[in-house]
């Protein structure tokens, strides 16, 4: 862990998964809204400590989040020490086909299970002025599944729907103030074996015609941060694909087309 001060008057961010990818974009976009950003990482250190070295005071913290007890621990010894964190990204994901029971409980570990205990440890934590958020990154898939990647797709729909499970109970706990949400992204950025030619290609199936940017992402996010939506609603950042009937994922209809 790189441990950093914030100044007092900066607001903390964590982004889990952030060395790169979305999760990179996510924790600049905080940082130049100046935020004091946490850059979780698992293995790829290097990637995100020279993150960390071009945000200014960004530091990170790394853990394994298929360990439950790990994610639980993370969340203790940040509040520990940063008392003016109010944000919980959820970005980290595993994707892919599942080739075994094994890979398949890891992919739920990953994408629901340890999200869900990252943010009811955070919602434990003492009351916030202000209040906490907890900004789950979920998938269009929630709206409008396919049959491909079956186990990351259930895990994506079982941590969509601790949204609104994790909001009420915020309110009946009198704490109307944390609000819980989903950010739902569309097709982003190349998956797997796909080109980037095919990726230009069917990341433009959607209603918009256009590609999910990553400061779309990263915008989506700080409104959902700073914003006044009311909690436990899920924002579709995917140019409207969740609204269309496609019947594979967009991988394949690259490659089948």
């Known amino acids: 862990m790189n441990s950093a001060s914030p100044s007092p008057d900066r607001p903390a961010v964590l982004v889990t998964g952030a060395a790169r990818r979305i999760g990179a974009a996510l924790a600049r976009g905080f940082s130049d809204a100046g935020w004091h950003v946490v850059i979780h990482c698992h293995r790829s250190t290097s990637a995100a400590q020279a993150l960390a070295d071009e945000l200014p005071g960004a530091e990170i913290v790394t853990a394994d989040l298929g360990d439950i007890d790990a994610c639980v621990a993370m969340v ?13 990204v959820n970005n ?3 994707f892919g086909a ?11 570990r990953l994408n629901a299970l340890a ?9 434990r934590l003492p009351p916030l002025a202000g209040g906490r958020r907890v900004i789950h990154l979920t998938d269009q898939k929630v709206a409008h599944p396919n049959p491909d990647f079956p186990h990351y797709t259930m895990a994506k729909h079982a941590l969509a729907g601790a949204v ?5 109970a915020q309110d009946q706990a009198g704490r109307p103030r944390d609000r819980v949400y989903a950010l739902a992204p569309g097709a982003i950025l190349a998956s797997l074996d796909q080109s980037e030619a095919e990726a230009d290609q069917t990341h433009r199936l959607n209603l918009l015609q256009r590609r999910v940017t990553l400061p779309d992402m990263a915008q989506t996010a700080l409104f959902l941060a700073t914003g006044p939506l009311a909690g436990g609603q899920t924002l579709f950042a995917d140019c409207g694909q969740h609204l269309l009937r496609q019947p594979r994922d967009v ?3 690259g490659k089948d087309a």
């Open 164 to 168: 609104a499970g994790q909001q009420m």
């Open 251 to 253: 991988i394949f209809l």
């Open 115 to 123: 999200p869900w205990t990252l943010a009811d440890a955070f919602l």
């Open 98 to 108: 599942a080739r075994d029971t094994a890979d398949a409980l890891a992919t739920f």
């Open 76 to 88: 203790e010894s940040l509040a520990a020490r940063l008392p003016g964190w109010r944000v919980l």
């Open 92 to 94: 980290a994901a595993r």
